[in-house]
């Protein structure tokens, strides 16, 4: 059985008091509904600057802490950027990787993507890969070979059930537009056949591939109920700890 994963990628937001507000309401939740909590995974990823100020109270409440992206490198003259190996450092244990507001304003590729996971792996941690089409290639009925495209170019050889998916429809990021059930879940039974013609059907049946579009407390539960849906890559929502909680505990209804 794959244990759900509710991640929040809190993006660019959040100052320093409001970090740890919500990480403290977080905290609390799982205090008040302990049994709950151990029923899934939770982990936030706020931006680089707040890692530190989080760390200590997301760890005694057993929040898992991520970065929202990693450099390639290990270290050396790339001003700006921060790398898996710090990340680890400050107490992270996962990091997103192939974020479509990555792949599009930054104009990172496939290649580059698959980069960045392995430097995560070779770090300790986790990554979580994203892939995901936009609304013209769905469309133009190109979604699943886009999606296979990414998947196959983006994960590092040999990663088996060490990484995570994110499937995240461009066109639902942001928009208050969800994916229907059905073609969510068509999707990720198609990532999962894939993955299982490359890494082996035992992989394949232990990698958590997650949804990512406009999750939210009224739609949690549906979609977190699909058979091949192990949680939820949430984006807006995750700002506002009963939000981010109600998912959560969808996750398990």
């Known amino acids: 059985m794959r244990r759900k994963l509710i991640a929040g990628n809190w993006k660019m937001n959040g100052s320093k008091a409001q970090g740890l507000a919500l990480v403290e309401a977080l905290a609390a939740h799982c205090r008040e509904a302990e049994s709950t909590a151990a029923a899934f995974d939770l982990l936030v ?39 898996a190996t ?44 994203c892939v995901g089409e936009t609304q013209a290639e769905r469309d133009a009925g190109q979604a699943l070979s886009v999606i296979e495209k990414q998947v196959r170019n983006s994960l590092p050889a040999g990663a088996g059930s060490r990484v995570v998916i994110a499937y995240e429809p461009v066109w639902a990021i942001g928009t208050g537009l969800t994916a229907t059930p059905q073609d969510v879940a068509d999707v990720h039974a198609a990532i999962r056949a894939m993955l299982q013609s490359e890494a082996g059907e035992e992989a394949a ?9 406009s999750v ?18 949430v984006g807006g929502a995750s700002l506002k700890a009963e939000d981010f909680w109600a998912i959560a505990c969808a996750s398990v209804a």
Request: with cysteine.
């Open 45 to 83: 990823c706020p931006p680089f600057v707040l890692l530190p100020v989080i760390e200590e109270r997301a760890r005694r409440a057993k929040i898992a802490i991520g970065g929202q992206d990693c450099h390639p490198k290990e270290a050396g003259a790339h001003t700006g950027d921060i790398s």
């Open 86 to 129: 710090m990340l680890a450092d400050v107490g992270c244990s996962y990091v997103i990787v192939g974020h479509s507001e990555r792949r599009q304003d930054h104009r990172e590729d496939d290649a580059l993507v698959q980069a960045k996971a392995s430097a995560a792996l070779a770090a300790g941690l986790k990554p979580i890969v």
């Open 205 to 213: 049946a232990q990698t958590r591939i997650l949804y990512g579009g």
């Open 216 to 233: 939210k407390p009224s739609n949690a539960a549906e979609l977190l109920a699909l058979q091949d849906v192990d949680g939820a890559l």
